[in-house]
């Protein structure tokens, strides 16, 4: 499909697909979050600080 209108391409213009060619953005379902030291980790955990959060 080359020929695609305002619509298509203000919802699909961004992704770029991997070589599996997902016609959508992947969802990534996770449970946990990586910090960049344990003292980042034990701030979060003590409501310090903004980030993602375990809920």
Not at 15 to 37: G, V
Request: glycine share 8%; proline share 2%.
């Amino acid at each position: 499909m080359t020929d695609k209108g305002f619509k298509t391409k203000s919802v699909r213009e961004g992704h770029k697909p991997t070589n599996e060619q997902e016609h959508s953005a992947s969802i990534f379902l996770t449970s946990s979050f990586r910090f960049d030291s344990a003292e980042e980790a034990a701030d979060r955990f003590e409501n310090n600080g903004s980030g993602n959060m375990y809920s």
